[in-house]
């Protein structure tokens, strides 16, 4: 079947994966700009300084362990380390290129992130950088040259080092106001340019990974539920200020989700997934919801966390909840509390155990043919908000064959049972679904390890793990098929 006239096909970027440029055209520095790389084996690492001149590394973790960084140290460049977002794979100089190649495709939508820190150096400077305003001027009028639309992430794990240095991250409410103006700037500066914002990517990323997701350098559980508290009332004023500038915005939430099967049918697992969804959906809950659950407070009763909080912070939550709401899905977890059972078979889930079901590609990441299905029907019967999923991809080490090519048979096929998944959620269970952006469209550094051989474009970039390459851009196999795919709006998949 297919997907309506409006539906927004595209792919889906980060500034501090892709952009580079990291110390051009005026821009500051950023969390992600003193870390360093990593790969599936090794943890990427934040580099910091002491005042008397020591330096060393803090290793960064995804799944919730703190952040061992010394309370006398701030983040920073030390010799001899590689920051592969420094020129990760250079957007800010291959911009023209790189649009005209998802033109080819047929994108109806591109999915960027503005770097802060190239808007405000220091992120609450005086006056915004009109070097770094005239870059992004540049991408959005060749996008609406080429009919594409710009959706826009405020934040994608991109907060200014000043910032973090200065008030340790996203604990400290002075965030909001900063972040308020940083919205405020750019809503008036790109309005009639950019319709669709998101305010803080994959927002449960404070749970996850705080230093990625906040900014944090003093992780505890005090810290992430404040850090988490200060993000969804930024978001709020963001939500109120779009609406204010230009009522033909639409501010959305972006969440990382997957969804989670119970290991066996004992009670315990059950609650283990329960449980899972609280996590999750709790800053759902919050930004599109408009109130901290029950289950949530109780949480910090039971951990003795106290708010810094507003009366009056409870009406912006309650009163300027998000458009719509969008979301990463890559696919899906299990969860038991027979461990040892689990493990004896099957593949590495993302998520928990193994699930005896799925393939995996080499990072372990299990491919799920109905995890959009899923996602897509818990979010809809949950929020009633328009969806869109911004985030969806397989990294995979591709090469170059003797041909010259990239023959990524696996993505098509990944890519193939992911959008049928989302098919049956809109056209059997009738969901609501703005639009699709495809994971890293053009190659990118992952986030997670850093490296580039994980790569998830439909165009390969000429780069290794340690920045070598000439930056030549190669449209994949997948290339072609999601140009047939867009064209004939989704109902033929075929390779």
């Known amino acids: 079947m297919a997907f309506k006239e409006s539906f927004l096909w595209g792919g889906a970027t980060a500034a501090n994966q892709y952009e580079g440029g990291f110390d051009e055209g005026g821009k500051g520095l950023n969390a992600i700009d003193v870390v360093t790389n990593g790969s599936a084996t090794e943890p990427r690492c934040v580099t910091w300084k002491k005042a008397d001149g020591t330096t060393g590394k803090s290793p960064i973790s995804w799944g919730g362990e703190y952040l061992d960084f010394p309370a006398d140290a701030e983040p920073a460049l030390v010799d001899g380390f590689y920051y592969p ?6 957007f800010y100089h291959h911009y023209e290129e790189d649009l005209k190649l998802m033109a080819e495709m047929g994108f109806k939508c591109f999915r960027l992130s503005l ?3 190239r808007i405000f150096p220091n992120g609450d400077d005086p006056e915004p950088n009109q070097e770094g305003l005239a870059f992004y001027d540049k991408v959005f009028d060749l996008c609406h040259q080429y009919g594409m639309e710009p959706l826009v992430t405020l934040s994608h794990y991109e907060t200014p080092l000043s910032l973090m240095i200065r008030f340790r991250g996203w604990h400290d409410r002075r965030m909001i106001d900063i972040f308020e103006n940083y919205a405020k700037t750019v809503f008036k500066y790109y309005k009639g340019k950019v319709k669709y914002w998101l305010t803080f990517n994959e927002i449960n990323a404070m749970e996850m990974c705080p230093y990625m997701g906040g900014g944090l350098l003093d992780d505890n559980a005090q810290n992430r539920a404040q850090g988490a508290y200060n993000q969804f009332v930024a978001s709020a004023k963001a939500v109120r200020a779009a609406h204010e500038i230009d009522p033909e915005m639409m501010v959305g939430q972006m969440l990382a989700y997957q969804p989670a099967y119970a290991y066996t049918c004992d009670p315990a697992d059950q609650v283990l997934v329960l449980e899972h969804d609280q996590q999750m959906l709790f800053y759902t809950d919050v930004q599109s919801g408009g109130r901290y659950p029950d289950y949530q407070w109780k949480k910090y009763e ?17 009163n300027y909840t998000v458009d719509f709401l969008s979301f990463s899905c890559y696919g899906s977890g299990v969860l038991t509390t027979h461990e040892t059972e689990a493990k004896a078979s099957g593949n590495l889930g993302m998520n928990g155990v193994k699930n005896p079901y799925l393939e995996t590609n080499a990072w372990g990441w299990a ?11 818990t979010l809809w019967d949950r929020y009633h908000k328009p969806l869109w999923i911004v985030e969806n991809g397989i990294g995979w080490n591709d090469q170059i064959a003797e041909d010259g090519k990239i023959h990524d048979d696996y993505r098509i096929k990944y890519l193939q049972a992911n959008i049928q998944s989302m098919d049956d959620a809109v056209n059997i269970d009738g969901v609501d679904l703005m639009g699709y952006t495809m994971w890293g469209c053009i190659d990118l550094v992952s986030n997670g390890t850093g490296e580039m051989k994980k790569r998830y474009g439909f165009v390969y970039v000429d780069r290794d793990d340690r920045g070598n390459g000439s930056l030549k851009r190669i449209p994949k196999d997948s290339f072609y098929w999601y140009k047939k795919v867009i064209e004939s709006k989704g109902s033929d998949l075929s390779m």
């Open 85 to 90: 977002s420094h020129t990760a794979t250079d």
């Open 115 to 117: 770097n802060w820190s």
């Open 302 to 318: 039971r951990e003795g966390i106290k708010l810094d909080d507003e009366p009056e912070d409870y009406e912006l939550l309650k």
């Open 367 to 377: 491919t799920d043919p109905q995890c959009l299905r899923l996602a897509l029907n």
